[in-house]
């Protein structure tokens, strides 16, 4: 009866033990900070920032201050889910076995992006000019996956920005108005700004636009400070001007000579009367850093921004090259 008795005992305990056991192994395929990773059918993934900031890896305007996620399943193209967060990461869980698009944006202002039940919902909305800024400029990324069953995936996406950045660093005056006038620099501005981008940075938008027939914008306006600079320099021989300006605009197809091409222009007074230098600048694209070296003035512009001049008045040395290609792309930022 005894040896019965501590039997049963023996038992019960393994018994304990085993179900000890047993409850540890479910808490450990549970994670503290996503109930659902780790449940039959989903996996949580990591988006990063690629590099932890942009590719360019300089410069304060590379900053990743925000970051919207957001996933639709291949096929119908539904959205599935989406996360945003104040960082360069987020962790997100999805369901494995599915294809699955992913897009990542950046530095997009709260409440902006399109509630999109569906992904064409999504890629038709549009990102302003205005919502760029000093430090904070709208860059975008995307890919395509279907997640395997790994608890953990991380997937790290490179960021575009939608803006393309216009630099001047230098004017070489060669003006030829009779003495004693006066001449002063005014300062430089672009023309024909388009206000919109699609947020698949794949179409144009066109719908808005900033200067269409020169300087129109008020200095409260949020894109002044990205298309327009004023100064107020005696021109008073040929040394060069060395402004360093940089601005910022959206992409707009019109090649040089077409209707609606992106301008840039220099402004002068000769005796108090506006002279105007306008160039116009080839066809602008995402994440282009069209870099004007110089620009050389010589004789009367033009009375009027919209109106061309020749080149024999206007001389300009442009570079353009791809962000990602050019590591000095963030190095000015504005003012």
Same mark, same amino acid.
């Given at each position: 009866?005894?040896?019965?008795?501590?039997?049963?005992?023996?038992?019960?305990?393994?018994?304990?033990?085993?179900?000890?056991?047993?409850?540890?192994?479910?808490?450990?395929?549970?994670?503290?900070?996503?109930?659902?990773?780790?449940?039959?059918?989903?996996?949580?993934?990591?988006?990063?920032?690629?590099?932890?900031?942009?590719?360019?890896?300089?410069?304060?305007?590379?900053?990743?201050?925000?970051?919207?996620?957001?996933?639709?399943?291949?096929?119908?193209?539904?959205?599935?889910?989406?996360?945003?967060?104040?960082?360069?990461?987020?962790?997100?869980?999805?369901?494995?076995?599915?294809?699955?698009?992913?897009?990542?944006?950046?530095?997009?202002?709260?409440?902006?992006?399109?509630?999109?039940?569906?992904?064409?919902?999504?890629?038709?909305?549009?990102?302003?000019?205005?919502?760029?800024?000093?430090?904070?400029?709208?860059?975008?990324?995307?890919?395509?996956?279907?997640?395997?069953?790994?608890?953990?995936?991380?997937?790290?996406? =490179?960021? #575009?920005?939608? /803006?393309?950045?216009? %630099?001047? &660093?230098?004017?070489?005056?060669?003006?030829?108005? !009779?003495? *004693? +006038?006066?001449?002063?620099?005014?300062?430089?501005?672009?023309?024909?700004?388009?206000?919109?981008?699609?947020?698949?940075?794949?179409?144009?938008?066109?719908?808005?636009?900033?200067?269409?027939?020169?300087?129109?914008?008020?200095?409260?306006?949020?894109?002044?400070?990205?298309?327009?600079?004023?100064?107020?320099?005696?021109?008073?021989?040929?040394?060069?001007?060395?402004?360093?300006?940089?601005?910022?605009?959206?992409?707009?197809?019109?090649?040089?000579?077409?209707? =609606?091409? #992106?301008?840039? /222009?220099?402004?002068? %007074?000769? &005796?108090?009367?506006?002279?105007?230098?306008?160039? !116009?600048? *080839? +066809?602008?694209?995402?994440?282009?850093?069209?870099?004007?070296?110089?620009?050389?003035?010589?004789?009367?512009?033009?009375?009027?921004?919209?109106?061309?001049?020749?080149?024999?008045?206007?001389?300009?040395?442009?570079?353009?090259?791809?962000?990602?290609?050019?590591?000095?792309?963030?190095?000015?930022?504005?003012?």
């Amino acid at each position: 009866m005894k040896e019965f008795l501590r039997l049963c005992v023996i038992e019960a305990l393994l018994g304990f033990a085993v179900s000890v056991v047993c409850l540890e192994l479910v808490s450990c395929t549970k994670s503290g900070s996503d109930p659902v990773v780790g449940e039959r059918g989903r996996v949580g993934v990591t988006f990063a920032v690629e590099g932890a900031r942009t590719k360019a890896q300089s410069g304060p305007d590379a900053s990743v201050n925000t970051l919207d996620v957001l996933l639709f399943r291949s096929r119908s193209g539904v959205l599935e889910c989406s996360g945003r967060t104040a960082s360069d990461s987020i962790r997100i869980s999805v369901p494995s076995g599915i294809p699955l698009d992913y897009y990542l944006i950046a530095n997009a202002p709260e409440g902006v992006l399109p509630a999109a039940a569906g992904e064409d919902e999504f890629l038709s909305g549009k990102t302003l000019l205005e919502h760029n800024g000093a430090g904070s400029f709208v860059m975008y990324g995307r890919g395509a996956a279907v997640f395997g069953e790994d608890l953990e995936e991380s997937v790290e996406v =490179g960021l #575009t920005p939608y /803006v393309c950045k216009v %630099t001047l &660093d230098k004017i070489i005056p060669a003006l030829k108005a !009779d003495s *004693p +006038s006066e001449i002063r620099f005014r300062g430089a501005f672009l023309m024909n700004v388009c206000g919109s981008e699609p947020y698949s940075g794949e179409a144009f938008a066109g719908a808005e636009w900033y200067n269409p027939g020169g300087r129109s914008l008020s200095t409260a306006s949020a894109v002044t400070p990205l298309v327009e600079r004023s100064a107020d320099v005696l021109v008073s021989d040929t040394s060069p001007i060395e402004p360093a300006y940089v601005f910022y605009c959206l992409p707009n197809p019109a090649a040089e000579g077409e209707s =609606g091409v #992106t301008r840039f /222009v220099l402004e002068f %007074t000769i &005796d108090g009367k506006p002279n105007y230098y306008p160039v !116009d600048l *080839p +066809s602008m694209e995402s994440g282009r850093w069209y870099h004007i070296k110089s620009i050389t003035v010589r004789g009367y512009g033009s009375s009027d921004p919209c109106t061309p001049v020749s080149n024999e008045q206007i001389h300009m040395r442009l570079d353009i090259a791809p962000w990602d290609e050019a590591e000095s792309f963030w190095d000015i930022g504005l003012d």
